[in-house]
């Protein structure tokens, strides 16, 4: 158990659990959190779903009131990022010049959108009210984001048209069979889709394609990834490759500096992978207190991610990409089934469309690595409940 001082770089998911964990854990010294945004830290999904949608308002988002921070200690820094990292003097200087020191330093820095110019990206709340959409609407990209936003604008009566660089949808994250699901659903919906498309410019009013198609369009929103926020950590001499490099134990090529959330790039199995999901950064904001307060069992959590689109739940479990089998059980006509993702005979995870007992099951499953081969799966009648 330490008491030390332990400052925390980012206000979002992961950060903040990690603060919220180090106070349950029983931790004692002084905590910082940090956040670069003048505003409560708050949960991103629903920016891209109910939020965006009028269903909720930003004080549904907040994480914690602010009496809680006070209440358990918890300084919190609001609208002053970190701006350089003191490894040697163990002290962050931020935006203001204030320096604050750390026995450990917790780097849950997050991830920025790719930005196209003249195109609206969402990661904060300010950025999903600049994007509310009306009219002819256009969505770059084909991933969770795109695809989340292409719903909405769709329910809200809006002429929705996705663009995607790649023959599919969800390439990066979804089997064919799913990615297919999910793209015929929003078709009996309005959607339109251009595969193999590139965007060229995003005007005023309208966004023209690499082959000279004019599209019209009242909003914009891209949704073609993210990139890492590791600037701090290369520049303070942390190993960066695509994410803040840690061990087991979510440390940095530092002992006392720990990398948490979409920033770092951790082991899953025999891989190193960066996720960018709320479960990955709930699971390693507590393991981090774990670790700083004691514990000696390494980050080994099952991953796990869902999309709400329509009255449609996407759940995945496990890391899919790299299968090079799949086995599909349930469904696909009537919109509930799931989708068994195989390595060879190893089952790397099981995507589930609208059956949220397979994806509960899948997680038990894979985080006890029991021996699911695809010929089990194939058999006529399989179910997920006599393996479990």
């Known amino acids: 158990m330490t008491d030390g001082a332990i400052v925390i770089v980012g206000a979002g998911q992961a950060g903040c659990q990690a603060a919220v964990s180090l106070r349950e854990r029983g931790h004692r010294g002084a905590i910082t959190l940090i956040g670069d945004e003048g505003v409560l830290p708050y949960q991103r999904p629903p920016l891209t779903k109910a939020y965006l949608q009028g269903d909720i308002g930003f004080g549904d988002l907040v994480f914690r009131p602010e009496t809680y921070y006070s209440e358990h200690d918890i300084t919190l820094v609001l ?99 799913t990615a297919g699901h999910v793209v015929q659903v929003h078709r009996r919906r309005g959607v339109k889709f251009l595969f193999n498309a590139t965007v060229s410019e995003v005007r005023e009013g309208e966004v023209v394609l690499a082959d000279g198609t004019v599209l019209p369009a009242d909003v914009v929103v891209a949704g073609i990834g993210v990139v890492p926020n590791v600037e701090l950590a290369r520049e303070a001499g942390l190993t960066v490759d695509d994410g ?83 086995v599909v059980t349930g469904d696909a006509m009537s919109g509930a089934f799931s989708v068994f993702c195989f390595k060879g005979d190893r089952l790397l995870g099981v995507e589930s469309v609208n059956k949220p007992v397979d994806h509960v099951l899948a997680r038990r499953l894979l985080a006890a690595n029991c021996p699911i081969r695809p010929e089990m799966v194939a058999v006529p009648g399989f179910d997920l409940r006599t393996a479990a």
């Not at 200087?93 to 969402?122: C, D, F, K, Q």
């Not at 709340?125 to 600049?130: N, R, T």
């Open 79 to 177: 609208d002053d990022p970190v701006v350089s990292v003191d490894r040697a003097a163990r002290s962050v200087t931020l935006h203001s010049g204030r320096a604050v020191g750390y026995e450990n330093l917790v780097l849950a820095t997050g991830s920025r959108p790719r930005p196209i110019p003249g195109a609206h990206t969402i990661r904060t709340v300010a950025d999903a009210d600049l994007a509310r959409p009306k009219g002819h609407v256009v969505a770059i990209g084909a991933g969770f984001i795109g695809l989340e936003y292409a719903a909405v604008a769709s329910e809200a009566g809006c002429d929705v048209t996705v663009i995607e660089a790649q023959p599919r949808a969800l390439a990066r994250v979804l089997s064919e069979e």
């Open 244 to 326: 803040i490099v840690v061990d087991p134990w979510l440390r940095t090529s530092d002992p006392a500096v720990f990398a948490i959330g979409d920033c770092a790039r951790f082991h899953h199995g025999a891989e190193q992978v960066r996720l960018e999901c709320v479960q990955n950064a709930v699971d390693q904001g507590s393991t981090v207190a774990a670790v700083i307060t004691g514990s000696a069992e390494p980050h080994a959590q099952v991953p796990w991610f869902w999309s709400d689109q329509y009255a449609m739940k996407v759940q995945i479990a496990g890391v899919t990409d790299g299968h090079d089998k799949v």
